[in-house]
């Protein structure tokens, strides 16, 4: 009897032992649940946006374009014809967050002696907190005339082969401002006669030559100042008017060929036209640039383009002109800078939904000599 007693004890020790046991290992199941319970809460705090944004986790979408063409010219240093490949325009955006996007435009170029060329045309972080308030800053397309605002590097956009002659970009030749880096404000908001868009800049103006755009520092401490206003007329879709101003202070340049030791006042004013419909597309522009450094220099530019659709069929014409002042000491060395006059006319067949061929023909006549140039071009978006 006694050694049972002791194996009941025995029993009655290791049952409560392990029952004790059991609680703890219950208590610590509980605590490890409330742990991992936690842990969850915080990844999905982390892994989704804050508080009142509509928006997930950040998504990046590509878009691209492309073109490639054919090119034969006479004029009176001769004839010459050749196959090229256009760049390749791969065009991102993220919405961030409800109000915030970032957008960038990467160019792939092809240079003439076979190199490859990569340039960031476009870095904007954009904060939309109004419809008539909207804040970027990075690298954009300057607040100057309705071309530069509506049709950048993708060539598919555009109706025709080229540009106007006055949309030139900086390095092929162009006497304009094409970029801005700095701060943007955009918007439009409703009157009684109809929507009024608005472009301003606060941005780094030009570099000592018209090819250099100052990404990271400014040449003096003045600030490019660009203004673009339009008016699209109620009850008349499809037409706009507007104009620009810009004003800028350009950095003198000691070590240039020939050099330029003094600055330049720049001072550019525009007006455009546009008539755009499912059928009718007419744009035209003017821009006026006055440079003033020991003397006044006025130059302008301009162009007025219709097309007509029928169908997948796109006729066109174009007429542009350039006017340019002798001896400002800014455009120095540029062959492409001239008084001109160009007649394009092409056509372009919109042969599949994100693709188009275009054929092309331009006469000018410049203070170089007379040009005819024939250009077929296959335009694509990916």
Do not use: C
């Not at 919405?95 to 340039?119: C, H, M, R, W």
């Not at 868009?197 to 100052?214: C, D, L, M, P, S």
């Not at 060395?333 to 939904?353: C, K, N, Y």
Request: net charge negative; aromatic share 14%.
């Amino acid at each position: 009897m006694k050694h049972k007693r002791i194996y009941v004890v025995l029993l009655l020790l290791l049952f409560f032992g392990f029952s004790e046991a059991l609680a703890s290992e219950n208590d610590r199941l509980v605590d490890l649940e409330k742990e991992i319970q936690l842990l969850k809460s915080q990844y999905s705090q982390l892994s989704q946006p804050k508080m009142g944004y509509e928006y997930g986790p950040p998504k990046l979408q590509m878009r691209g374009f492309g073109h490639i063409g054919y090119e034969y010219s006479d004029s009176n240093l001769g004839s010459e014809n050749h196959f090229s490949l256009g760049g390749v325009d791969f065009f991102i955006t993220s919405q961030v967050a409800d109000k915030l996007s970032f957008l960038t435009e990467i160019l792939f170029e092809f240079e003439e002696d076979g190199e490859n060329v990569l340039d960031v045309e476009r870095l904007l972080l954009k904060y939309e907190p109004l419809n008539w308030l909207n804040i970027s800053l990075g690298r954009g397309h300057t607040a100057l005339g309705f071309w530069n605002q509506n049709y950048h590097h993708g060539t598919h956009l555009q109706t025709t082969v080229a540009r106007p002659t006055l949309f030139n970009f900086e390095d092929d030749d162009g006497i304009l401002p094409i970029h801005f880096v700095g701060l943007e404000l955009s918007g439009n908001f409703k009157v009684p006669f109809g929507l009024v868009t608005y472009y301003a800049n606060v941005a780094n103006g030009r570099g000592k030559t018209t090819e250099e755009i100052q990404l990271i520092e400014d040449g003096n401490n003045e600030k490019m100042l660009s203004l673009m206003l339009s008016l699209e007329p109620k009850n008349m879709e499809g037409l706009g008017f507007g104009a620009n101003i810009l004003y800028d202070v350009i950095p003198g340049n000691p070590a240039g060929t020939p050099a330029r030791p003094n600055e330049i006042t720049e001072f550019i004013v525009g007006a455009h036209l546009y008539y755009i419909d499912q059928k009718i597309e007419f744009i035209s522009e003017i821009q006026i640039i006055e440079h003033e450094e020991t003397t006044d220099f006025y130059h302008k530019g301009g162009y007025a383009q219709f097309a007509y659709r029928f169908g997948d069929v796109i006729p066109y014409y174009r007429f542009d002109f350039m006017d340019i002042a002798n001896g400002d000491p800014y455009f120095v060395g540029l062959p492409g800078v001239e008084d001109s006059i160009q007649h394009t006319m092409g056509i372009r067949f919109d042969w599949f939904a994100y693709s188009a061929l275009k054929l092309e023909y331009r006469y000018m006549d410049a203070d170089s000599g007379a040009s005819n140039i024939i250009s077929g071009q296959v335009s694509f978006a990916f």
